[in-house]
């Protein structure tokens, strides 16, 4: 079999993102250029490596029997380029990175202003799209979370380095009665995220182990606009503590009623760790360990946050 890289990320973009265009469109081709390589890379294997279905492509399970030997090649060639260039130059490349929102602001952003790093292109983006575009290689570091309610499902090819633990606190309408156990706003309305999110999902994976379901009163797909549903009155919502500002008018929370927690960590490529990337870890982590001292000691302060 002929591995010929351009055809090799074609393959992988397809995969992944499911039609050509959409692969075309990452890889900066044109679609009649991208199904060229994938017919060619058909013909090297000998075998279909897509089932044409309602204008998106499937992978066949030859597709996915190849997935994991296109992406070892690609990685070993990309690290081998990063690493002639850094010999050659002593240059270090930019590292670019993908992070959900609260996680660009608390996270990112305080350690791009560190400069321990060269920092390229910062992408906002949910924990799916996150580690896709980490896997093809667009991005060298994403910041994903993980909830403690949740069995995670892990790709062997990447590294999770751990920044911090960040509780979902409950927050309510200032002058409500702050319930103590989720159980307690079974009868309340509640404002959640938009379905499908990892927020949404640990608010309803909540609730089930609080035996409640409660009404839904309002959804929303920025952290801000739950806040600001909750400081209008229209209900209770269960928020990340990184997205909750210290001077969050109209809201007050209550520490210690909710059991999620989510762990956001640093992702990158086990191929792809050292240099720079390994210098961006270390500064996210670094940031991290200030925001978790930090947090913690505002809730010890009080438990309202206003």
């Known amino acids: 079999m002929d591995l010929d890289p351009a055809r090799a990320r074609c393959f992988l973009e397809v995969v992944e993102r499911g039609t050509v265009a959409a692969a075309a469109g990452a890889?900066?081709?044109?679609?009649?250029?991208?199904?060229?390589q994938i017919a060619k890379l058909e013909r090297s294997v000998g075998v279909a490596l897509f089932d044409r279905m309602s204008g998106r492509l499937r992978p066949t399970p030859a597709a996915r029997a190849l997935?994991?030997?296109?992406?070892?090649?690609?990685?070993?060639?990309?690290?081998?380029?990063?690493?002639?260039?850094?010999?050659?130059?002593?240059?270090?490349?930019?590292?670019?990175?993908?992070?959900?929102?609260?996680?660009?602001?608390?996270l990112v952003a305080p350690a791009a202003r560190r400069r321990r790093f060269p920092l390229g292109l910062v992408r906002e983006a949910e924990d799916d799209v996150g580690?896709?575009?980490?896997?093809?290689?667009?991005?060298?570091?994403?910041?994903?979370?993980?909830?403690?309610?949740?069995?995670?499902?892990?790709?062997?090819?990447?590294?999770?380095?751990?920044?911090l633990h960040d509780p979902l606190d409950l927050v309510v309408p200032e002058g409500w009665p702050p319930p103590a156990r989720l159980a307690d706003a079974a009868d309340l309305p509640w404002v959640v995220s938009s379905e499908g999110s990892p927020c949404w999902r640990s608010t309803v994976d909540a609730w089930a182990g609080a035996g409640i379901a409660p009404p839904v009163a309002g959804q929303g797909i920025e952290l801000t606009t739950l806040l600001a549903l909750v400081a209008g009155g229209v209900g209770v919502a269960l928020v990340p503590r990184l997205g909750i500002p210290t001077r969050a008018a109209g809201v007050v929370v209550a520490p210690g009623a909710s059991p999620v927690v989510r762990t956001v960590y640093a992702v990158t490529?086990?191929?792809?760790?050292?240099?720079?990337?390994?210098?961006a870890v270390a500064t996210l982590q670094e940031v991290a360990a200030e925001v978790e001292v930090r947090e913690s000691g505002r809730w010890q302060r009080g438990p309202a946050a206003r």
């Open 131 to 163: 580690l896709r575009e980490l896997a093809l290689g667009h991005v060298e570091v994403a910041l994903v979370q993980e909830h403690n309610h949740q069995v995670p499902e892990r790709d062997p090819r990447l590294a999770y380095h751990r920044l």
């Open 269 to 279: 490529r086990r191929t792809h760790g050292q240099g720079a990337v390994a210098d």
């Open 67 to 106: 997935v994991p030997h296109v992406y070892a090649v690609l990685d070993s060639l990309e690290a081998g380029r990063r690493a002639a260039r850094s010999a050659a130059s002593g240059d270090r490349e930019p590292v670019r990175v993908a992070a959900f929102p609260s996680a660009v602001v608390s």
């Open 27 to 36: 890889l900066g081709y044109s679609p009649p250029a991208v199904s060229q």
